[in-house]
Each structure stands twice: as C-alpha cells, then as structure tokens.
C-alpha cells in the first residue's frame, strides 16, 4: 500500500510539472482568435504552425534569430568563464592549505546570499563608466559575477569527495603532482562539472532582469527580454505567438540538457568504477 500511495503521488507530480509545458506548446499551435475564447482546447484541432512562422520572420518586432545568437554567445561564455575560475578557486580551497581559506569560504557564502538585483544601480554604473553597455562582454561578465559563487561552493563539494590519497599513490608510482591530478583526479570531476555547467547554463539562459537593464536595444537583447517585446502596452497580447515564442526560448534548455545528461550519467559510472 505504501508503495502504491508513493507511486500515485510521484504520478500527480509528474502531471503537475508537465502540464504547463504541455499546455504552452499546444496553444502555440492554435489560432490566436481560438485561445482567447472561451472554450478549453486540450488538443490543437485548427492544427497551424504560423505562429512559429510570424514568431521567427514579422519584421515588425525585434527579430528572433540575433536575439538567439546573443543568448549562445552570453550563456557559453558564462558557463566557460565561471567554470574555469570556479574549478581553480575550488582546487584551491581544498587542497591547499593557507591563511583567510575559512574567511574565503565564509565570504563567498555570504556573497551568494546577497539578491543580485539589490546591486543593480551599482553594476549599471559600472557596465556604462566601462562602455560595456548593450555588449555580450559586459552582461557575460555580471552573469559570470553572478553564478560563480555558488558554482566555486558546488565544485568544492565534488573536488572534496575525490580522496587526495588517489593523488598521493601516484605520486608514489613515480608521476609529478600536476600529472597525477590531471590523469587520475581530474575525470572523476568530470561530473561535477557537467554538473555545475547546466546549473550555470539554465541560469544566464533564462535570466532577465540584468538582460533587460544592461542589453535593452534590440541588436543586444537575449532571448528574455525578446519575449517582452509581445507584450502590448494597449493590453493587447497574442497569446499563441507568445507561447510559440516561449516554446522555441526553452528548446534550446532541453536539447543541452539531453545531450549533457548522457555525458554525466556515464561520466558518474565510469567514476565509481575507476575510484
């Protein structure tokens, strides 16, 4: 009994989570004039994909593929800048040894605990006296600044998890520190950072506030802020446009995560055989 009530409830939130997305790709493949009616269609019976059509191609709004290219370039170079310092800062701390490592740790919890929107004056200031304004290096660095303090708390974990006498047995076995860690430490946090990639990837991917205070031109805008744009100041909104518009923002999420997903799951085997 108890195993049937725990696989019913895991079925109702399953249905919870999933219902919104379904509900939002099904109205974008209906009729603007059929979803603003009265009646509930669970399923497109006027099938059309010209919502997608006019979401990618109307000259009208802020045009959607340079909105995507902005998002790529701004989430890549997030992800790649903030792991590399935040797998240093990680190695640091806990394979070292030195003076302030607790007050290190100690700040960078008390950072992440700040909202990032409580310094958006003071960053703004910043991004316009360096001329970073509508730039993908200006907002790829604040989205860094911001992920990078609970990226450097994730990593630790993981380079904390791989015993340090795997390193010292080779060391033994005749390698130097550095090829000892880069051949036998390194790919058993090869999860840990497929990890904390998606972690950092999904954050600048869906961020929005600081997208729309520092990137607002439309040549600069991510695909957040790109969004905002079918929202009509008369009240006016074209709800199955929109949801086409939310559909093709979050495809990109899901297509990485798939990819990555497999990577890490062999990744954590593989791990657990060699360790």
Known sequence: MGSLLAGAAAIVVFLASVFPVYW??????????????????????????????????ESARAPFLPALANSLAVTLITVAVSLVF??????????????????FIITILIIQMIPAEAMIISIFRLMDGWHLLNT?????????????????????????GVPVELEEAAMIDGLSRSRAFWQITFPLLAPGLVATGVF??????????????????????TLPVW????????????????????????????????IVQGRMTSGLVAGAVKG
């Open 136 to 160: 993908i290096v200006g907002l790829s660095a604040v989205y860094g600044a911001t992920v990078l303090p609970f990226t450097i708390w994730t990593l630790r974990g993981f380079v904390n």
């Open 24 to 57: 939002m790709v099904n109205t974008s493949f209906q009729p603007n004039g059929q979803v603003r009616g009265s009646q509930l269609h669970f399923w497109p019976d006027d099938f059309t994909t010209e919502n997608y059509t006019n979401v990618i191609f």
């Open 200 to 221: 950092g990837f999904i954050q600048a991917w869906n961020e929005f506030v600081f997208a729309l205070v520092l990137n607002p031109r439309p040549e600069a805008m």
């Open 86 to 103: 935040a797998f240093l800062a990680a190695l640091a701390v806990t394979r070292f040894r030195f003076r302030s490592r607790a007050a």
């Open 227 to 258: 969004l905002r744009t079918f929202l009509d100041p008369n009240g006016g909104i074209n709800w199955a446009e929109l949801m086409a518009g939310s559909t093709l923002v979050a495809i990109p999420v899901v297509v990485f995560f798939l």
